[in-house]
C-alpha cells in the first residue's frame, strides 16, 4: 500500500516537473525569451529591457522589439522622444551625439528603465 502511494506521489511531481518546464512558453524561441538582440536592438521584455546598458557609436539607429504579448511597454527618454504605449511592434531612435540617455517604460516605472550609451 505504502509502496504505491509512493508510485503515485513520484507521478505526480515529474508531471508537475514537466508543467512548470513549459509553463510559461519563454523557452519557446530566442524572440519569445528576448535573447540575441541584434546589435543595434533592445529587446523588450516584462519588465525588462536587454540589454542595458546599450552601448553603440553616434549615428546609429536603435530599435526596441517588443515582445509580442499581453503586456503592455513603452519607451519613454526623459525631456526626449517616446514610444506609443503598446504590447508589440517596434521603435527607433536616432543617435547623433555622445551620451548617455536614460529611459523607462512608465508603465512600470525605475523598475523598468535602462539606458543607451553613444560613444
Ligand atoms: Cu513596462
Redesign the pocket.
Known amino acids: 500500500m505504502a509502496k504505491r502511494y509512493a508510485g503515485r506521489v513520484t507521478a505526480l511531481v515529474l508531471a508537475l516537473l514537466v508543467a512548470a518546464s513549459c509553463g510559461d512558453g519563454s523557452t519557446s524561441g530566442p524572440d519569445n525569451n528576448n535573447q540575441n538582440p541584434g546589435p543595434n536592438e533592445v529587446r523588450?521584455g516584462?519588465?525588462f529591457f536587454n540589454p542595458s546598458p546599450r552601448t553603440v557609436t553616434a549615428g546609429t539607429t536603435v530599435t526596441w522589439t517588443w515582445n509580442a504579448g499581453s503586456?503592455?511597454?513603452?519607451v519613454t527618454f526623459t525631456g526626449g522622444p517616446s514610444s506609443a504605449t503598446q504590447s508589440s511592434g517596434t521603435f527607433t531612435r536616432t543617435f547623433t551625439t555622445a551620451g548617455t540617455f536614460n529611459y523607462l517604460?512608465t508603465?512600470?516605472g525605475a523598475a523598468?528603465s535602462g539606458s543607451i550609451v553613444v560613444q
Not at 503586456?71 to 513603452?74: C, G, L, S, W, Y
Open positions: 523588450v516584462n519588465n503586456v503592455q511597454h513603452n517604460c508603465v512600470h523598468m
